[in-house]
Nanobody, 120 residues
Framework: QVQLVESGGGLVQPGGSLRLSCAAS????????MGWYRQAPGKQRELVAT???????NYADSVKGRFTISRDNAKNTVYLQMNSLKPEDTAVYYC??????????????WGQGTQVTVSS
């Protein structure tokens, strides 16, 4: 069994910063893509950023230049550094990973989500 556990969400004022973390654990052989998605009330879940094992990155246009995704392969952990936060960044942030298990099966895993609220 594999799981993702997120941490680091909270309430921050506009212009502030937060750092999200997501650690994968369980029967992991390797992890290819790790990423962050978000879902605001009444909206569909959307891509925020992804990072591959090579480690190419991809960002949504709305967060380019403000957010940075990184990963620590030794710890099976992905991070999202969020700077210059705006009220429109308010959402539940979900971690996602494409994991090759010890059984050599690739599975798509989601975290439980962490709330980020940007408000004065």
């Amino acid at each position: 069994q594999v799981q993702l556990v997120e941490s680091g969400g909270g309430l921050v004022q506009p212009g502030g910063s937060l750092r999200l973390s997501c650690a994968a654990s369980g029967s992991i052989w390797s992890i290819n893509v790790m990423g962050w998605y978000r879902q605001a009330p009444g909206k569909q879940r959307e891509l925020v950023a992804t990072i591959r094992s090579n480690p190419n990155t991809n960002y949504a246009d709305s967060v380019k230049g403000r957010f940075t995704i990184s990963r620590d392969n030794a710890k099976n952990t992905v991070y999202l550094q969020m700077n210059s936060l705006k009220p429109e960044d308010t959402a539940v942030y979900y971690c996602n990973a494409a994991i090759l298990t010890i059984a050599r099966v690739t599975i798509d895993v989601w975290g439980q989500g962490t709330q980020v609220t940007v408000s004065s």
